[in-house]
Structure formats: structure tokens, C-alpha cells
């Protein structure tokens, strides 16, 4: 069984920053494909950005420029650096693992951005 544990959240102002992160559990992180997602209040979950190898990122468009997702194998962990961050990223932040055909989640960690 596969946990993961995300860190990180915490109210921040317009124009702040933020590095969450999000370590795994058991021994197939290096295979497995790693994102994070977001979740605002009354919205649907959404992609913010994947990271299917060490070499290989996707992003929304929305946070494109802004934030940055890595990875660290050795330590079973994934990263999302959020620069800029606006009162529109308020959300809830999840991590997911994915590693066909299970799919794995956080537990989320907030993140209010508000002055």
C-alpha cells in the first residue's frame, strides 16, 4: 500500500511563494508517474502539473511560467515550487502517484493566498 504525505501549505499573500511537497511510501516511486492537482471551493478537481519522469513536465496553462514541479528519487519525493502565487490559486493542493493500474493520493494541504 502506498501513502503519501504532503507538506508545505499555509496562507500566503498575493505575489508570495510557496514549495509543497509530497513523499511517498513503499518502493515504486521512481516509476511512477507524479502530479499535483488542486481543488477550490466549490470547483472541480483540476491538473496543475505532472511529472511522468525526471526528464518529462506538463503544466496548466494557468500556472505556467509560475510554478515548477521536480522530483527527487532518492528521497521518494515530488516538489511543486508556486511563485507569484495569485488569490486565484487558493485551493486545496493534492499529490497523486500514479503506476498503471493504481492511482494514489494525498491527503491535501491548503493553500489560502489572501492579504
Known amino acids: 500500500q502506498v501513502q503519501l504525505v504532503e507538506s508545505g501549505g499555509g496562507l500566503v499573500q498575493p505575489g508570495g511563494s510557496l514549495r509543497l511537497s509530497c513523499t511517498a511510501s513503499?518502493?515504486?516511486?521512481?516509476?511512477?508517474?507524479m502530479g499535483w492537482y488542486r481543488q477550490a471551493p466549490g470547483k472541480q478537481r483540476e491538473l496543475v502539473a505532472r511529472?511522468?519522469?525526471?526528464?518529462?513536465?506538463n503544466y496548466a496553462d494557468s500556472v505556467k511560467g509560475r510554478f515548477t514541479i521536480s522530483r527527487e528519487n532518492a528521497k521518494n519525493t515530488v516538489y511543486l515550487q508556486m511563485n507569484s502565487l495569485k488569490p486565484e490559486d487558493t485551493a486545496v493542493y493534492f499529490c497523486?502517484?500514479?503506476?498503471?493500474?493504481?492511482?494514489?493520493w494525498g491527503q491535501g494541504t491548503q493553500v489560502p493566498v489572501s492579504s
Open positions: 511529472m511522468p519522469s525526471i526528464d518529462l513536465t
Open positions: 513503499g518502493s515504486i516511486f521512481r516509476s511512477a508517474n
Open positions: 497523486d502517484l500514479s503506476v498503471v493500474p493504481s492511482v494514489y
